[in-house]
């Protein structure tokens, strides 16, 4: 199995930036397709993300294209989203995940991923 622990979220103001990270340890990370999901206070689990086990194929949901970027280093064990021109509604938990023996695609629908993280707060305002 994999442990995965997120890093870097915080409050900024709309239009600002953030880079969130998530490190894994405990198994090989390049078998594994990653994941970003959000959830805000009283709405369901969203999925923002996702990266291939290589890093050749990348997902996003529409309200975030052009605006963030995923990205893995699997050198360091660590994945990345960088979050640009944030907005309000980008406010919510943000939570990293990892999909055992995954293809060489990816999914954000969260019941394929086996391991998840804690959380990191995003909170953008105004």
């Known amino acids: 199995q994999v442990q995965v622990v997120e890093s870097g979220g915080g409050l900024v103001q709309a239009g600002g930036s953030l880079r969130l990270s998530c490190t894994a340890s405990?198994?090989?990370?390049?078998?594994?397709?990653m994941g970003w999901f959000r959830q805000a206070p009283g709405k369901e689990r969203e999925g923002v993300s996702c990266?291939?086990?290589?890093?050749?194929?990348?997902y996003y949901t529409d309200s975030v294209k052009g605006r963030f970027t995923i990205s893995r280093d699997n050198g360091k064990n660590t994945l990345y989203l960088q979050m640009n021109s944030l907005k309000p509604e980008d406010t919510a938990m943000y939570y990293c995940?990892?999909?055992?023996?995954?293809?060489?695609?990816?999914?954000?629908?969260?019941?394929?991923?086996?391991?998840w993280g804690q959380g990191t707060q995003v909170t953008v305002s105004s």
């Open positions: 995940a990892a999909e055992r023996d995954s293809g060489p695609w990816c999914y954000v629908a969260g019941f394929k991923y086996n391991y």
């Open positions: 405990g198994s090989a990370f390049d078998n594994y397709a």
């Open positions: 990266i291939s086990r290589s890093g050749g194929f990348t």
